[in-house]
């Protein structure tokens, strides 16, 4: 079993680190309203996320996966929910103080919102496809990989909120503000469209 746990943390860290919805609107989050604001928005994540694990883990993602209706309508809400929120991104980029994120994600809207985000499915059905075979009993295989996913994806969320929050005061001035959230727009248009491909 410990051979396995040092490549299944590798992988959690990996995949929760890299950009992708949930770490570029939490670092959009953390510039408008402050980390600890964001607080509900990141355990909400981390708590959805960690659901979509087990799920995947006793075999509904790769039923999903499997069918393929159901995962084109997948691909489709993300796709349309991440270019929605591009826009939103680019009203802040040049009307911060009149913008539509008026208030932060809350905790039941971030945890839902795993149920649609591309990136968090391919994450738990890769994981649970490559790492709970090899672990036994299944039970406990479960068990291990929602706690190593949780144990490396809370504080890599939470690094990008942070982020976020750190940059509030270099991001006050106009122009870097827009350079900086126009970049957080390209990101999220190159994830909305990278869930094609």
Not at 16 to 42: E, Q, V
Not at 109 to 117: H, K
Not at 123 to 134: C, I, L, Y
Request: proline share 7%; glycine share 8%.
């Amino acid at each position: 079993m410990e051979p396995l746990l040092l490549p299944l943390a590798s992988f959690a860290f990996v995949t929760s680190i890299t950009p992708g919805p949930n770490n570029i609107m939490l670092a959009s989050s953390g510039i408008n309203f402050g980390f600890a604001r964001s607080i509900p928005h990141i355990f909400g994540v981390a708590v959805g996320f960690g659901a979509l694990v087990a799920l995947c883990a006793i075999g509904v993602g790769a039923l999903i996966v499997a069918w393929p209706g159901a995962y084109l309508m997948l691909k489709a809400f993300g796709t349309a929910y991440l270019l929605f929120f591009a826009w939103q991104l680019r009203t802040i980029a040049f009307a911060p103080s009149d913008n539509s994120l008026a208030e932060p994600m809350p905790f039941g809207a971030a945890a839902l919102f795993q149920l649609i985000n591309p990136k968090a499915w391919v994450m738990a059905v890769t994981g649970a496809a490559a790492f709970t075979p090899d672990l036994q009993p299944f039970g406990l295989a479960v068990l291990i990989l929602c706690a190593v996913f949780a144990g490396v994806n809370l504080p890599c969320i939470a690094g990008w909120a942070l982020l976020g929050a750190l940059l509030r005061g270099f991001l006050s001035d106009a122009f870097w503000r827009r350079v900086f959230s126009t970049t957080l727009v390209l990101l999220t248009i190159y994830s909305a469209v990278s869930i094609w491909f």
